[in-house]
Antibody, heavy 118, light 108 residues
Framework: EVQLVESGGGLVQPGGSLRLSCAAS????????MHWVRQVTGEGLEWVSG???????YYPDSVKGRFTISRENAKKSLYLQMNSLRAGDTAVYYC????????????WGQGTLVTVSS | EIVLSQSPGTLSLSPGERATLSCRTS???????LAWYQQKPGQGPRLLIY???SRATGIPDRFSGSGSGTDFTLTISRLEPEDFAVYYC?????????FGQGTKVEIK
């Protein structure tokens, strides 16, 4: 059974940093692209980063230069380093597995809440 | 960036009724690159439809997707109680993934 479990969320001050982790199980982690998607409470979904099995990375302009996605295939783990955090980054952050076609997300975690506030 | 616009914002229907959800894109999207998700409160989204019209594993056949170019549709033929949720469309293009703002299907 595919499982994705996020951790590392919490309260951080504006301008601060936080590192999220996602522990994967139930599939060959290195064979799949992985992504982070966030959701402001009560609002829609926003893709925030992606990484291929080989380590190629992708970001939208809204987080480029502030967020860094990485992975450790041996540990079946995905990470998101978030720097220079703003109030607008407050959201639930989901870890998601891309399907083998790469164009959509076929499994999602339960999410971890990041709150940026003083 | 391709913008996805979903309508209506909220759909009020009764169990057993047919639901038709629309997703319009600001630029043409290849049929292989459009997906639909269902999200219930407190849960991560669940993939329903990929490649415009292919059902994901375990998705019942009352869910169907169609469309092309800039107009895409998710249809739920007969609403079951567990189908009342928020639905999102999503597209891929040029190494970017974007979502619509969602349609809430609520019990009338």
């Amino acid at each position: 059974e595919v499982q994705l479990v996020e951790s590392g969320g919490g309260l951080v001050q504006p301008g601060g940093s936080l590192r999220l982790s996602c522990a994967a199980s139930g599939f060959t982690f290195s064979s799949y692209d992985m992504h982070w998607v966030r959701q402001v409470t009560g609002e829609g979904l926003e893709w925030v980063s992606g990484i291929s099995g080989a380590g190629d990375t992708y970001y939208p302009d809204s987080v480029k230069g502030r967020f860094t996605i990485s992975r450790e295939n041996a540990k079946k783990s995905l990470y998101l380093q978030m720097n220079s955090l703003r109030a607008g980054d407050t959201a639930v952050y989901y870890c998601a597995r891309a399907s083998l076609q790469r164009y959509n997300f076929d499994f999602w975690g339960q999410g971890t809440l990041v709150t940026v506030s003083s | 960036e391709i913008v996805l616009s979903q309508s209506p914002g909220t759909l009020s229907l009764s169990p057993g009724e047919r639901a038709t959800l629309s997703c319009r894109t600001s630029q043409s999207v290849g049929s292989g690159f459009l997906a639909w998700y269902q999200q219930k409160p407190g849960q991560g989204p669940r993939l329903l439809i990929y490649g415009t019209s292919s059902r994901a594993t375990g998705i019942p056949d009352r869910f169907s997707g169609s469309g092309s170019g800039t107009d895409f549709t998710l249809t739920i033929s007969r609403l079951e109680p567990e189908d009342f949720a928020v639905y999102y469309c999503q597209q891929y293009g040029h190494s970017r993934w974007t979502f619509g703002q969602g349609t809430k299907v609520e019990i009338k």
